[in-house]
Structure formats: structure tokens, C-alpha cells
């Protein structure tokens, strides 16, 4: 974060602590991490809650308007996260519940030969020379988008306090939170820019076994018995409510006293 460029905002540390014997060693090697990348404060959660628990902590235990969410598994190229933070300040309006932020994923990167090997990223590697992805770019404007993704993006807080708080049922806190934000009339974004990339479920097998928070029944639960499906049915109907697909015709609306709701 610090070599592609960091901005000059708050930076918390939420650990997600291990659910195994292992926990007392894995947090102190995180502190021991910590200490050496100069971090004031690594913020240990109670109890394991895997992605949708330690996001839920990390809300419950900051206070800024706007969020820029960071899991374990991405990388940022050159002025990435400048990007994302000039992201907010400029598209981040009351009517915006989250915006997802540019990204690739490096199993991608390595089929278009951008990057041998996806592993690559755990060995301080610095990428450098990765482009821009065209399917987040949209002609370099924002456009309405059904959720964001798990390779990280933006919340905003008035978003998460009307959802109240991510449902730890299911571990689909990306897909959760589009639909919710939706539900309440808000609208997710696109960001265009310089992406992140995504190491994508680097921590899988690491989890207990036997979990069921990937499930269509798990998401169920959280839903009140929609499935996905039924979900982005709903969704679509109240994205239709918007003309136009990019920023400028969203903010037109919104200016004009459009409403989704």
C-alpha cells in the first residue's frame, strides 16, 4: 500500500483471529508484522467470524462516513488506492451506497501473460506494469452496477447502518451488501482507474471444514428465503428505475428528486 501510493487517511488493522489452537501464535506474529510495518494499532476481533465477521467488527469499531474495505488477498498498482479514496470524494453523494473498486483477478492476469504465476504476489513482487481493466473503466465514468465484489471496495456508513450490519450467516458480504444497498434506494458504482489485483481465496484453506456460508441456503437465511436468483430479479426492477446507465444521468436523477424507492 505504501509503495503504489497511501493516502493520508485513517488505516485500521482488523485481525480476523485464527479459530484454531494456533491463535494465540498466529496474533502474535501479526503484532510481530505490525510492529515492523510501523502500524500503531492492530485490532484483534473477539472470536473467528470468517469475512463477513471480521467486516462487521471493523464497522462496528471505526466511525468515518466512507470505508475503503482491504482483504487479505489484494494487491494495489501505482496510485490505486488514490484512485479509490479521489473515488469517494467525488462520486461518494447521499445516494450511493458502495462503489467497487477497479480490479483484476491474477488467475486472469496470468492467462493474458501479464503475470507468470498467480503466486507471484506472496513473494513481494510489485506490480508494476499491470494495466487498467477495460470492464471497470466505462469510458473513464462511474456506471450503475447490482454489487460489488469481494475483491474489495467502498461503503458507505449510512449503507451499513441501514442494512444493520452484515448477516454472519453467510459469507457473501460483497453480494450482501448490493442488495441491500438497492433495497434501500441506494445505488452501487463502478470506479474507473487503476485496479487492484485480487489473489482470490487465499485464505480458503485455512477455514474450518464443514462451513456452510457458500451455500444458496445460507443466503436464504439472511434474506428472509430469497435465493440469489430472487434477489437479482428484485434488483434489476429498481436498477430499471434509473435512465441512464453512467454517473451523469444517475446524478441527474437524483438532482431532478429521482428516487428508487
Known amino acids: 500500500m505504501r509503495w503504489s501510493g497511501l493516502p493520508d487517511i485513517p488505516v485500521y488493522v482488523f485481525e480476523d483471529p485464527s479459530p484454531f489452537e494456533d491463535r494465540k501464535e498466529i496474533t ?10 510501523g502500524i500503531q494499532v492492530l485490532n484483534t476481533a473477539p472470536q473467528w467470524g470468517c469475512m463477513q465477521g ?17 482483504p487479505d488477498d489484494v494487491l494495489f498498482t501505482k496510485g490505486a488506492l488514490w484512485n479509490e479514496y479521489a473515488g469517494v470524494l467525488t462520486y461518494g453523494r ?18 493474458m501473460g501479464a503475470i507468470p504465476y498467480k503466486e507471484i504476489m506472496l513473494n513481494g513482487w510489485r506490480p508494476d506494469s ?6 471497470w473503466n466505462g469510458g473513464g465514468v462511474p ?8 475483491a474489495g471496495f467502498s461503503v458507505n456508513r449510512a449503507c451499513w447502518e441501514g442494512m444493520r450490519g452484515w448477516p454472519s450467516v453467510t459469507w457473501r458480504l460483497d453480494e450482501y451488501l448490493g442488495y441491500q444497498s438497492w433495497r434501500q434506494g441506494l445505488v452501487v458504482l463502478t470506479l474507473p482507474g487503476q485496479p487492484r489485483i485480487h489473489f482470490f481465496g487465499g485464505s480458503t484453506a485455512y477455514q474450518p471444514e464443514y462451513l456452510t456460508y457458500h451455500t444458496e441456503e445460507s443466503w436464504k437465511l439472511a434474506t428472509g428465503g430469497l435465493s440469489p436468483a430472487d434477489c437479482g430479479s428484485i434488483l434489476v426492477k429498481i436498477m ?11 446524478l441527474d436523477f437524483f438532482n431532478k428528486g429521482g428516487s428508487l424507492l
Open 28 to 37: 502474535e506474529a501479526y503484532h510481530a508484522v505490525a510492529s515492523d510495518k
Open 240 to 250: 430499471d428505475k434509473l435512465p441512464d446507465e453512467n454517473f451523469d444521468g444517475i
Open 143 to 150: 456506471r450503475k452496477y447490482i454489487n460489488v465484489n469481494g
Open 94 to 111: 447521499d445516494f450511493v451506497g458502495a462503489i467497487q473498486a477497479p480490479y483484476w483477478n491474477a488467475q486472469d492476469l496470468v492467462h
Open 130 to 135: 499491470i494495466p487498467q481493466n477495460p470492464h
Open 54 to 70: 471480521i467486516i462487521q467488527y471493523a464497522l462496528e469499531n471505526t466511525s468515518e462516513d466512507w470505508i475503503i474495505y482491504v
